[in-house]
Structures are given as C-alpha cells and as structure tokens.
C-alpha cells in the first residue's frame, strides 16, 4: 500500500516549533478531509526527508497526534490516520472527532514583564484614580504633562539622565511603546530608500516597523560588547542599538564602544536610535551612563513600560534633540495621531503613591533571585550562558539551525516553550541558540522546570 500524499509547508522564521507546524498542519489536513480515516502516512524518516528537517520533528510531531488520538500504528503495517473528520461520513449521525484537553505550557521566552508581582490594590488604585480625571477636550501632542513629569524623573533616578532646561517638555515626548517610537521616527525625520543600520543578531519588530515605512535594513554585526562600531557600513542615517542589554545575545556595550560610536555618528552623520532595553535591570553593576547623556545632539532615546510594568499600558517615551522631538510632533500634528493618555495616567498614579518605585525595587530583586536559580543550575551542569549580568533572559548557544529546532521542539514536547536565536535576524542566520526568559513565568514554574531544561540543554550543547 502505498502513503497518502499531502502538501505541508513549514515557515522557519516563525517562532513556533517545526515539530508544532507539522502536527497543527496534519490535523488541519484531517479536518478538512484531505487526510481520512484509514489514510497510511509516510514513516518520519521519509517524511522528513520529504521536508528537509530532522527526524526529530516528525517523530514529535506523530508522538503528539499519536497521543491526542489523531493516528496508530499498526505492527508491521505503518502508521494510519485514525480519525474521521467532520462531513466525512454521508447519511449517518456525525460523531465530533476528540478534542484534546488544553495543555499548560509555561512561557520560557524572553521580552516579557513580571506581570504578576504587580500590587493588586495598587493597581486597582491607579485605575480607579486615572479614571477620576476630566476629559481632554484637546489631544496632547506630546503626552500629558505630568506623565512627562514623570519620566524625567524615573530616567533621573534609575537611569542617570538629567533632562533639564527650559526645553523640559519638548525634550521628552510620550510614545506608544518602542516600535511605534520607531514609526514615527520613520515618518517624521526620515524618507523611503533611507538606511538605517540594525543589530544583528536583533529586535526584529524594529527591522519589521523599518522596513514598513520603506527604510532599507542593513544589518550591523555584534559581540560581547554589543554593536560593532566598525562594522556598520557607510551611508546610513540613523543606527539603531540597544546597548544596556543586547537583544536578544545580551551583551553589554563598553564604554570605550559607546564613545567609539558616538564619535562616528558626529562625523558620518548618524542619528543613532538608542532602545534601552532591561536598562533598569543589572545586577553586577551599576548600569552604564545613557549614550542619550553622552551625546544628546545625536542620540534619540527610546523606552517603555511594557517590560517593567506591562503592554497593558501602551506607554513609553522618546527624549530626542530639539530638532528631532520638533519634527515628531508637528507629524502628529499632520496626520492626527499621538499615544493615548489613559496608560499616561495611570503610570502617573502609580508613581504619585510611590508604587512605581516599589515595584521596581521589588522587580530587581526578583528577578535577581531567579536568574542566580537558572544561572547556577546551567553552571554546575557545565553549560554556558551569555547575557547573565543583566535584563531578564540569558542566552545558551549550539552548533547549527538543526540542533536549534530539535532543542525548540523537545522543550515543546516537554511543556515549555523556549526562544530560538534564528528568528531574531534579518539576513541569513549567522547564531544558533536559545533565549530562555525568567519572568513572565512563576518562580515555582521555573523552579519545576529547571531539571527538563538543563537535560535538555547538556544534550543539544554538551559540556566542554
């Protein structure tokens, strides 16, 4: 008997697992009636070869469907679909295929805040108060001048950047959050065909928002410092870096780099679009001076809640050149747009009652205790990690993009999910590895999780 044929097509730049696309594409296939009861599939071996991915990914793909019921094998036969999927059967009573009951997978990745040691009643509290406030009658271009207020006080006191004078206001401008910062950037200062330098490995939500408003993306290489100075090519306008924590490899740029690059960006003409990424979390040091008070003639500086508090706020900030911060607004201005106030407000009253700080202090020190627990376990077992001494994620590194996705795939099928490094450039992937988060799960789910994931990680990058 000879295999039933069916189209599958893998996406490798999602961030969902090979083996996880396998087997929703096979249900998919069986549901809509292209694969029917009594249909004999390919082995894994010829399957995957069939793909072009490892066996790994198809044996897991068949181990899932095999235990939610999809398919069986018979000895000595091959393996069968299973189950008739819905119109299947004329003139007789339907019978719904099983639904699998909804597995819990804890989230490993990185880039998520510690929502849930957010104050309950604080934060009821802030809500309850942000609503208590007049309507605007006319848009703030800007941001609500308190929320401003406030950020030049948090950016003053946990990250050592006075913005002073009588430009006060305009210096800082509210956003939306990183990305739309990065739109409008776009939009205001620059034009189509411009090139704008960006991390690679990167934040692909900035290369994705650049090239959005035509920009052409040219990939800048990094290190265990950070952005490479000397391998950003000549010609760009603007160089985007995120120099406090690298994302996603985590390193952190020097002091002798920040002014190697602030000193090209002065003479080739650069803007340089500085994303403060974790810049709040550092736990061998004290963080580095901004490159924003370094160079504030040539440095725009991004930031957001979203990491410390969380996305729920839409609420983030922009301190820019006059020049910069005028040309932003007067395109809100043009087209209509601005963040909206209501995240403004309540990050207002979280730090008018004193919350915000506290929430930071406790933050730290979390977060601190949860890295030293991942960070210990993967040093007794003899694994290395990049980007430990800051931020809320750290990286482990393997070979090639196969031993990559086995090791995605394998923690899938294991209950977590982890982040693969692939995904996070704009060319041809030059890294392979992991990015494994410690904050947007419970500390008791990292505790539980923490033997699988060292295994699994000694068998994708062994030792020595």
Do not use: N
């Amino acid at each position: 008997m000879s295999d039933t044929p069916f189209s599958v097509t893998l996406d490798r730049s999602s961030t969902e697992p090979l083996a996880v696309q396998l087997a929703d594409a096979m249900r998919t296939a069986a549901a809509e009636g292209r694969l029917r009861s009594g249909d004999r599939l390919p082995s894994t071996r010829a399957l995957a070869e069939r793909l072009g991915v490892s066996r790994t990914v198809t044996a897991a793909a068949y181990e899932q469907l095999h235990a939610e019921g999809w398919i069986a094998g018979r000895h000595g036969s091959g393996t069968y679909i299973t189950t008739t999927p819905p119109g299947a059967l004329k003139g007789r009573t339907k019978r719904a295929a099983p639904t699998p009951a909804p597995r819990e997978v804890i989230d490993l990745g990185p880039g998520a805040p510690w929502a849930g040691g957010l104050d309950k009643a604080a934060w009821r509290r802030a809500w309850r108060a942000a609503a208590d406030t007049v309507p605007l009658l006319r848009p703030q271009r800007g941001g609500l001048p308190e929320y401003r207020e406030v950020v030049a006080e948090h950016l003053l006191r946990h990250r050592g950047l006075a913005v002073v004078g009588g430009l006060r206001e305009e210096l800082v401008l509210a956003t939306g959050g990183t990305t739309a910062a990065l739109t409008e950037l776009a939009a205001a200062v620059l034009k189509p065909g411009d090139a704008v330098a960006v991390e690679e490995p990167g934040y692909q939500r900035a290369v994705g928002a650049m090239r959005a408003a035509g920009l052409r993306v040219v990939p800048a290489p990094v290190d265990a410092e950070g952005l490479l100075v000397e391998g950003v090519p000549k010609g760009v306008r603007v160089v985007y870096c995120s120099p406090a924590h690298q994302y996603p490899m985590g390193g952190r740029m020097s002091a002798g780099r920040r002014v190697a690059l602030v000193e090209r960006a002065r003479r080739d003409g650069w803007l340089i679009v500085e994303d403060d990424y974790d810049g709040e979390l550092r736990y061998d040091v004290a963080p580095l001076p901004l490159l924003a008070a370094l160079a504030p003639d040539v440095v725009v500086h991004l930031g957001t809640t979203s990491k410390i508090l969380t996305p729920t706020l839409g609420a983030g900030w922009m301190v820019a050149p006059e020049s910069i911060a005028s040309a932003v607004l007067a395109h809100r201005e043009r087209t209509g747009t601005g963040p909206a106030p209501a995240g403004q407000r309540v990050v207002v009253e979280l730090a008018r009652h004193g919350d915000l700080g506290r929430h930071l202090r406790k933050l730290r020190r979390e977060l601190s205790e949860r890295r030293a627990l991942l960070v210990e376990a993967l040093a007794e077992a003899g694994v290395p990690v990049l980007g430990d001494d800051a931020g809320a994620h750290v990286v482990v590194r393997v070979a090639t993009d196969e031993a990559e996705q086995e090791l995605l795939a394998a923690a899938e099928r294991r209950g977590f999910r982890l982040d693969g490094l692939a995904r996070h450039h704009a060319g041809r992937p030059r890294v392979h590895g992991v990015a494994i988060g410690y904050a947007a799960c419970s500390r008791e789910q990292l505790t539980s999780v923490l033997p699988v994931l060292v295994e699994l990680l000694i068998a994708a990058a062994p030792p020595g």
